[in-house]
């Protein structure tokens, strides 16, 4: 059974940094492409980040510059390094695992930037 948990969100001012981490466990780790996404309040989630298992990464326009995925497949860890934080990177971010048969989500961490 897979399972995600994330850590490290909070609050934090405008311009300041985060960093997210999110443990896996119950599957193969390494062999699968991750991702974190972000629920603002009232809005859909999107994906803000993609690493594939060769470590290969994507970022959504929104974030690119300022976020950084990483893996660590010793420590079965996924991390977003957020930098530069502002007001609309609020909501709940969740850790993906993108499997063939289907995609896993954690539970999420509150993320919240004040002005």
């Known amino acids: 059974q897979v399972q995600l948990v994330e850590s490290g969100g909070g609050l934090v001012q405008l311009g300041g940094s985060l960093r997210l981490s999110c443990s896996a466990s119950?599957?193969?780790?390494?062999?699968?492409?991750m991702g974190w996404a972000r629920q603002a309040p009232g809005k859909q989630r999107d994906l803000v980040a993609r690493?594939?298992?060769?470590?290969?990464?994507n970022y959504a326009d929104s974030v690119r510059g300022r976020f950084t995925i990483s893996r660590d497949n010793a420590k079965n860890t996924v991390y977003l390094q957020m930098n530069s934080l502002k007001p609309e990177d609020t909501g709940v971010y969740y850790c993906?695992?993108?499997?063939?048969?289907?995609?896993?989500w954690g539970q999420g961490t509150q993320v919240t930037v004040s002005s």
């Open positions: 993906i695992q993108e499997t063939p048969n289907r995609t896993y």
């Open positions: 119950g599957s193969i780790f390494s062999i699968y492409a």
């Open positions: 690493i594939t298992s060769g470590a290969r990464t």
